[in-house]
């Protein structure tokens, strides 16, 4: 998924965010007198007020230096400086740039609070959506800075304000305009029906196909979206995905091999988990799986991994993989693994390890287990699985 470009300068931000240009220092003329000729040095441009607010927000709230915590009291004091500015006379453009500032400050407050178990803002979360809106509507084009900012927009609708409709009207936003992260959110809760959004596998489905087009653009999304279609097709073939299963494996396939061996993505894309997948279901249906096994060897670097690897050719290995699993870090991979899990020990018979998988995937957070949970529902309606 696009993520913010760090820059450290308001000066940038206006000209990558917003898109107006950017007024640059230029030289003194020389002065010709009697004596040698000197130059000046070049005037630096004069910094508003506006300016050095923002920059001084950029660098406390939105951009920390690494390692550095964010101080709220501190961002909160120069947020109300910035308050101030903005009910001064200040230019079209001042106004955008203070309100963009803004915005992206009180979206990530409203997460730093959410992390420090402190209480929400409300009323801070409500005028950051309104900056974020009020930016949205007046600035174009919308450059990728700005579909990231309706991105965290959602974002904060929906995590924060529970505003759900705002939260889809903005991604839907974005996602027009070809940001992946807005693609994928569209497309997942159009699978789940999560918040009273419509669940509807084909607006899934369109969603998850633009995100494959972006091609190696937002290569995770991309390989996210062809293990979704490879399932949803192998489950339901009369569904019309535009490929059929095989396909879209294949696709996954070459899209996994430009990240494979590329500074660590294959981990920052959870190609095992996809290429587990795969194993399982191509497993079910005796088609070949000598490759996805292959892959999924070549990348299980740890313990845990190959705990969980060697229940799929050892049934006797269940409780090592079930703790293994447990200890995985990250919730979605959790998730994923006793997705994968409980879908082999069905194909295969081994009811017990099936309850304990479900039990598992059930008691997960919601947030990051849905999407599995979904499957499961849409596998039981099928009565592919009990």
């Known amino acids: 998924m696009a993520r913010l470009f760090m820059l450290r300068s308001v000066s940038a931000v206006l000209w990558l965010t917003l898109g107006w240009p950017v007024v640059a220092a230029t030289p003194v003329a020389p002065v010709q007198l009697a004596a040698p000729v000197t130059v000046a040095a ?143 959110e569209l497309a997942t809760f159009h699978f789940t029906g999560e918040f009273g959004i419509e669940q509807n596998l084909n607006k899934a489905i369109q969603w998850h196909q633009k995100i494959v087009a972006t091609g190696l653009q937002y290569r995770c999304a991309a390989i996210l979206s062809t293990s979704f279609l490879a399932q949803l097709s192998f489950f339901k073939s009369k569904l ?33 988990d996809h290429h587990l997948l795969a194993y399982v279901l191509k497993r079910s249906a005796n088609l070949p799986v000598a490759h996805h096994w292959q892959q999924l060897q070549a990348f299980s670097h740890d313990e845990a991994a190959q705990q969980i690897l060697s229940w799929y050719v050892d049934p006797s290995q269940a409780e090592r993989a079930l703790s293994a699993i447990d200890t995985l870090s990250e919730d979605y991979y959790r998730s994923t693994a006793w997705y994968a899990m409980l879908l082999h020990a069905h194909f295969t018979g081994q009811t017990t390890v099936y309850r304990q998988a479900l039990r598992r995937l059930e008691s997960q957070d919601p947030v990051y287990a849905e999407p599995m949970l979904s499957w499961v529902s849409l596998l039981r309606a099928d009565s592919v699985l009990p």
Request: aromatic share 6%.
């Open 42 to 184: 070049p005037v630096a441009p004069v910094r508003s007020a506006l300016e050095i607010v923002c920059d001084e927000l950029y660098a406390q709230a939105i951009a920390p230096d690494a390692g550095q915590l964010v101080d709220i009291a501190a961002t909160e004091r120069s947020l109300q400086q910035l308050d101030l500015l903005l009910t001064t006379k200040l230019s079209a453009d001042e106004v955008l740039l203070g309100r963009y500032i803004r915005g992206l400050v009180l979206f990530h407050l409203a997460g730093r609070r959410y992390e420090q178990d402190l209480p929400a803002d409300l009323k801070a979360s409500r005028r950051g959506l309104e900056d974020i809106e009020y930016v949205l509507q007046h600035a174009r084009p919308y450059t990728p800075q700005l579909l990231e900012l309706a991105f965290n927009g959602g974002k904060l609708a929906l995590n924060h304000l529970q505003m759900y409709n705002k939260a889809v009207e903005l991604w839907t936003l974005c996602g027009n305009n070809g940001h992946a992260g807005c693609m994928t």
């Open 240 to 272: 019309s995905t535009g490929k059929t299963a095989e396909q879209w494996w294949q696709q996954m396939e070459n899209l996994s091999y430009a990240v494979s061996g590329n500074s660590g993505e294959e981990d920052k894309c959870g190609i095992n």
